[in-house]
């Protein structure tokens, strides 16, 4: 005997009939005889359709009937669960692909249409800054330069992303929203993105990785598309920073926070401070930010053993307030402190621990001296050859 069942798809006004039966809701039935086929009796007042989309559901009856009524009154019900299922769920739905479709159109981050506009734009602006220099206008984006430097250093890069200390919440929100205004996108994509640097560090799944090449981890990451549709597909990373409120807020409304930013400086100061607090600062952090991506990984010496190509850059660390001490990093990633020797400056790391010092910063994480004979080169060679004559 065949039955007759419906499917609730994901398309508005599509089913289709299938030999199977497997009910999903316990009712009592009966099967009433219709030539080859079987159809189900329910209870009088029982709804056929659930409100659930992607289920599948069992049409039922209370009567006999023949086969173009079934086909008549199944297309009449499907079209009561199309039209009538949900008038405010549709409306909302609508209402959130609206929003989303706005919101992806403004999204700024690495691989998205107003990214790729922002860098050429900002670079084709700073041929205005020889004609509207101003001493006053230069120390607003030097200013800047240092607080949303360091918001990305001390908040984006040590705090979010490797948990190397804590803060109280009103602290890293402070400091997470001076990362914001450095136009390097949201926290919860540039710690995703650094985080998954580090867990593919330099293999062809590293978001800027240099094998592809110098100016690919420099600046043609970012105008990867591809690369970065499949970052977005892989496992979130981040869902510390997605469970918290004021991390969801700025990734939803991100865009408008330097438009803010923006309008206030145009106000204080005209179009200088928009030149050189917005356009000159931002393209001068993004290319010193990004040659911790690229020179960090080919140029300068390496003080530890990392399987990957970080190096120590003693110029970069100096424009990154300590971020150049990149092989110290790749080698206690969890380090709070960059600068591991006493001549390397890390001014990001003089800070967090000021901080400790006044008791905001805790659980501030340094390696240990049992660490770094591990990683150090000599000591590495020395247990490479001890394990070589084990396996003799």
Request: proline letters at 4%; hydrophobic letters at 40%; a positive charge.
């Amino acid at each position: 005997m065949a039955c007759i069942s419906v499917w609730a798809s994901a398309a508005p006004k599509s089913f289709s009939f299938s030999r199977q039966t497997f009910p999903l809701l316990r009712q009592t039935q009966s099967a009433t005889s219709l030539g080859s086929c079987s159809i189900y009796t329910r209870k009088v007042g029982e709804n056929v359709f659930n409100k659930c989309k992607g289920r599948r559901y069992i049409y039922t009856s209370s009567k006999r009937l023949s086969p173009c009524s079934i086909i008549v009154r199944l297309a009449g019900e499907m079209r009561a669960f199309d039209d009538t299922h949900s008038p405010q769920e549709g409306a909302k739905q609508e209402r959130v692909e609206f929003w989303t479709r706005i919101g992806k159109s403004l999204e700024v981050a690495p691989g998205s249409l107003g990214f790729k506009a922002m860098v050429p734009l900002t670079h084709l602006l700073c041929l205005f800054a020889p004609f509207c220099f101003s001493w006053d206008a230069v120390g607003v984006a030097f200013g800047l330069y240092i607080i949303t430097g360091l918001g990305v250093t001390l908040s984006y890069h040590r705090n979010l992303s490797h948990r190397s200390y804590k803060l109280p919440k009103w602290l890293e929100y402070f400091f997470a929203y001076c990362g914001v205004h450095a136009l390097q996108g949201d926290p919860i994509g540039w710690v995703s993105n650094h985080r998954y640097h580090h867990h593919y560090a330099d293999t062809k799944n590293d978001p800027h990785s240099p094998i592809e090449g110098f100016w690919y981890s420099h600046i043609g990451w970012i105008y990867d598309t591809k690369s970065a549709n499949e970052r977005s597909e892989r496992p979130t990373n981040v869902a510390d920073l997605e469970n918290q409120f004021f991390y969801k807020f700025i990734y939803n409304t991100y865009i408008f926070h330097p438009i803010i930013l923006a309008t206030l400086l145009y106000a204080i100061g005209g179009f200088p401070y928009i030149i050189w607090g917005m356009v000159v600062r931002i393209a001068f952090m993004h290319h010193v930010t990004y040659f911790v991506n690229s020179a960090c990984h080919q140029w300068r010496n390496r003080a530890w053993n990392t399987s990957d190509l970080s190096t120590n850059n003693w110029l970069i660390a100096l424009l990154t307030f300590g971020e150049g001490w990149h092989n110290n990093h790749h080698a206690f990633e969890f380090s709070a402190r960059h600068g591991l020797e006493w001549y390397q400056l890390d001014v990001t790391w003089g800070i967090v621990w000021a901080l400790q010092a006044v008791g905001l910063a805790t659980d501030v994480k340094l390696p240990t001296n049992a660490q770094k004979r591990k990683m150090a080169f000599k000591n590495s060679s020395m247990e490479t050859i001890e394990n070589m004559q084990s396996l003799k």
